[in-house]
Nanobody, 120 residues
Framework: QVQLVESGGGSVQAGGSLRLSCAASGQYSSHCMAWFRQAPGKEREGVAA???????HYARSVRGRFTISKDNTKSVLYLQMNSLEPEDTAMYYC???????????????GGQGTQVTVSS
């Protein structure tokens, strides 16, 4: 059984940094791993994705501040978040799938999320 478990969330002040981790267990085929987030009252949105060629893709709102990476030896996906803003406050989810989809539900596997709160 495949599991994706996020960690690393927390509360920080604006301008601070956090690094999220997504540990994957179990055998699975994945050509894309991604981070999504969902703020209260808003739809879940894509933040960053890493495709099968290792090319990162970012939402415009986080480009230049967030970095997605993966440690293949440990099967861990990371999201380094710098210069955090109150607008980044959300539950962050990781996902794994056969392609980089825009919609979270299109991914084969998804985690339960980790909360990020940024105060001004």
């Amino acid at each position: 059984q495949v599991q994706l478990v996020e960690s690393g969330g927390g509360s920080v002040q604006a301008g601070g940094s956090l690094r999220l981790s997504c540990a994957a267990s179990g055998q699975y085929s994945s050509h894309c791993m991604a981070w999504f987030r969902q703020a209260p009252g808003k739809e879940r949105e894509g933040v960053a994705a890493l495709d099968s060629a290792g090319v990162p893709h970012y939402a415009r709102s986080v480009r230049g501040r967030f970095t997605i990476s993966k440690d293949n030896t440990k099967s861990v996906l990371y999201l380094q978040m710098n210069s955090l803003e109150p607008e980044d406050t959300a539950m962050y989810y990781c996902a794994a799938g056969l392609a980089c989809y825009i919609v979270f539900s299109s991914y084969t596997y998804g985690g339960q999320g980790t909360q990020v709160t940024v105060s001004s």
